[in-house]
């Protein structure tokens, strides 16, 4: 079946140091969503990105589909403690059904 | 509050019980999903609902595990005989229709411990 995964798993960095995560899906998307996850919170919708090669920023994070349409990144410049949390790429399953990849949890060092 | 309520927070519960989970979503969303979550991963289908209809169950979802949308307003999830691989984070997400479709909006989960 559908699959989408993200990696890496965990990335730890340095208040200050930029943060990317990647994300592979086994077909072709229709389009993408990217969520985080605070710890001991739910997901909250970051952004959407339907276009292939499309680029999205929302201050200091820069969302990139790919033209494939199979792959997308995050990257997060200058991160702050506030950055901290997991972040899930998702894309549709049918039926409206979000498949999440496995999430990337990024941590913070002041 | 005008986002998508999840009730109780907490479960903990006895293998062997059933449990039963509400959700709320919000009002004038007609779409709703369940997922469970267990910790390290990403969320994982359960079910769906457009309205009151039921439209498609994960193969996750056992026999053990029904839910329902009466009048298509809020849902329930309900668990029987519960094991303990069945502790999770259970979310309830809802989205609109029409152009923001796609978008879910989380509630904060059900975590469910069975001992």
Not at chain 1, 85 to 109: E, H, N, R, S, W
Not at chain 2, 1 to 13: F, N
């Amino acid at each position: 079946g559908q699959q989408v995964m993200q990696i890496p798993q965990y990335q730890h960095v340095q208040e200050g140091e930029d943060f990317t995560t990647y994300c592979n899906s086994s077909t072709t998307l229709s389009n993408i969503q990217w969520y985080k996850q605070r710890p001991g919170g739910h997901p909250v919708f970051l952004i959407q990105l339907v276009k292939s090669g499309e680029v999205k920023k929302q201050k200091r994070l820069t969302f990139q589909f790919g033209e494939a349409k199979k792959n997308s990144s995050l990257h997060i410049t200058a991160t702050q403690t506030t950055d901290v949390g997991t972040y899930f790429c998702a894309g549709p399953g049918g039926t409206g059904k979000l498949i999440f990849g496995q999430g990337t949890t990024l941590q913070v060092k002041p | 509050d005008t986002g998508v309520s999840q009730d109780p927070r907490h479960k903990i519960t006895k293998r062997g019980q059933n449990v039963t989970f509400r959700c709320d979503p919000i009002s004038e969303h007609n779409r709703l999903y369940w997922y469970r979550q267990t910790l390290g991963q990403g969320p994982e289908f359960l079910t769906y609902f457009q309205n009151e209809a039921q439209l498609e169950k994960s193969r996750l979802l056992s026999d053990r595990f029904s839910a329902e949308r009466p009048k298509g307003s809020f849902s329930t999830l309900e668990i029987q005989r519960t094991e303990q691989g069945d502790s999770a984070m259970y979310l309830c997400a809802s989205s609109p229709v029409g152009g923001e479709a796609n978008i879910q909006y989380f509630g904060a989960g059900t975590r469910l411990s069975v001992l």
